[in-house]
């Protein structure tokens, strides 16, 4: 499909979405949005209120129980889900490039995780949505002479995603609960709000019904009045395991269900058979990706002794030879960090990771170039301990620990020995023994000699990374009731 230019939407955020149209927030207060590799202003958002999250929810409410979505066949909401991903596509060079000045992601990268991959899922949902059945038949065990069990949508669906990934991780809950027949409101987060409006623009021209796909921008305040509105059914959020846990308690007072995929620490188990060059090849990527701003990055790689020192060596030169640069350049493998905060963040971990005894093999510096911007050269650490900070607690940043394990069991024994669970792999010689080590990992999900999320299965952790499962017909069937009827 060809690629073609458009307008972007304003680069001043004033308006939610609601009711089909934009319409001027209440809300008063703004926040400047900086583009992180220049650090020079990219435009502002307004940050919604109570009364504007009040509309959109009511909105979202009317088109569910009184507009045709609520009425919709799975098949007429598999033709809306498929335009939405012609048109995502149509504009995937405007998006993929807000999305980069926005919070840093290289081009090439953004174009995959911010057009392609929604577009699949979207497309994805599409086709289970045409193979829903809503009613089954089933012969009663006691009295009566039959029952239908019916599965209706559970209602309106509030859909927090987070910054380092905005439309990838925004669509994997907007496409099931469409597919559901849920209606939405969107709160991205603040740093992406401009391609979270983009994104609402881009399902207006797809034809999503008015009422469908709300949005509101803003930040924390905004999405916490959200969560408590009485009119959402349900909840999906990808962010930090603290706001996780308010979120959660604010379900259970509630008695909504919640999808909270929280944070991680994931460890890569590399075992002394191991391929040694495809091993780094793919810890290269798997734990340097997006400049480590990635929930499953695997930032504890644990090796035997028979690669232990050839690991710490191979991913230092992997770590030297990223391309540090505007994000923007084709060349470009790692830009900069989202905010200068989170650039002191990962600077406070790895002034810890020294302080407690860890050796910094390379990075863990501010480059000298470029002179502008939150940029950050990747660091490797060795002689790691399992209990030093920067092995138990999420970094968010381009830093990755080699741990020693005397054995595979000890190597399991130090996977396991986290708050998180929400990845990991193992890198052997043998999958099916890799199988056999992933059986006895405590994540949610686990990979083989690399790790490819496949949108087709469940995605989601345990313990600190939270709960219930994106992706597969589990995630579709997480945005739908089941009703007994009794005949």
């Known amino acids: 499909m060809s690629r073609t230019a458009v307008p972007l939407p304003v680069r001043d955020l004033t308006q939610i979405h609601a009711d089909g149209t934009w319409k001027t927030a209440t809300g008063t207060e703004t926040v400047t949005l900086l583009d992180p590799a220049t650090e020079q202003p ?13 509309a959109a929810v009511t909105s979202a409410r009317r088109a569910l129980d ?7 066949t799975p098949a007429e909401r598999a033709d809306v889900l498929e335009r939405f991903a012609d048109a995502l596509e149509k504009h995937a060079d405007d998006m993929s490039r807000l999305v980069t000045r926005e919070m840093g992601m290289p081009l090439g990268f953004s174009l995959m995780n911010n057009v392609d991959a929604p577009a699949m899922v979207l497309r994805y949902y599409a086709g289970l949505s045409r193979g829903l059945e809503q009613e089954e038949t089933r012969v009663p065990v006691g009295p009566g002479s039959r029952t239908v069990v019916r599965r209706e949508p559970i209602g309106v669906a509030a859909v927090i995603p987070p910054w380092n990934y905005p439309v990838f991780l925004a669509i994997t809950k907007i496409a099931p609960a469409l597919a559901a027949g849920c209606t939405v409101v969107f709160k991205p987060s603040v740093e992406t709000s401009l391609s979270g409006a983009l994104l609402v623009r881009i399902a207006q021209e797809a034809g999503v019904p008015a009422g469908v796909f709300c949005f509101v921008p803003g930040g924390a305040a905004t999405g916490a009045e959200l969560v408590r509105h009485p009119g959402i059914d349900r909840v999906a959020f990808t962010g930090a395991t603290s706001t996780g846990r308010l979120i959660g308690a604010e379900c259970g007072e509630r008695l909504i269900p919640a999808n909270l995929e929280l944070g991680g620490k994931s460890a890569a188990i590399v075992l002394d058979d191991a391929d040694l060059e495809h091993t780094l090849q793919g810890l290269g990527f798997l734990s340097f990706l997006n400049t480590g701003q990635t929930c499953f990055a695997m930032t504890r790689v644990v090796a035997t002794p ?7 060596d191979g991913l230092a030169e992997i770590a030297r030879q990223q391309v540090i640069g505007d994000p923007l350049a084709p060349a470009t493998t790692t830009g900069p960090l989202v905010s200068a905060r989170q650039r002191e963040t990962v600077e406070q971990y790895v002034a810890s990771g020294l302080a407690e005894g860890a050796r910094l093999v390379t990075g863990g510096r501010r480059p000298d170039t470029p002179a502008k911007g939150w940029f950050y050269e990747s660091a490797v650490f060795a002689e790691v301990g399992n209990g030093m900070r920067i092995a138990r607690e999420e970094i968010f940043g381009p830093v990755v620990c080699v741990l020693r ?3 595979e069991d000890e190597a399991v024994a130090i ?9 990991g792999t193992v890198w052997t010689a043998d999958p099916e023994h890799g199988l056999d080590i992933g059986r006895r990992v405590r994540t949610g999900t686990f990979g083989v000699n690399g790790y490819p999320p496949d949108i087709s299965a469940p995605w989601g952790g345990m313990k600190d990374s939270g709960g219930g499962r994106e992706y597969g017909p589990e995630g579709l069937e997480s945005y739908r009731v089941v009703k007994s009827l009794y005949i």
């Not at 009184?66 to 919709?72: A, F, K, L, M, Q």
């Open 415 to 423: 996977a396991n020995d986290c708050p998180y669970g929400l990845a």
């Open 306 to 312: 028979g690669h232990y020192d050839r690991i710490v």
């Open 405 to 407: 394990a005397a054995d």
């Open 66 to 72: 009184h507009g045709p979505w609520g009425r919709s």
């Open 42 to 54: 990219l435009g502002s958002t307004v940050l919604a209120g109570a009364a504007d999250v009040n």
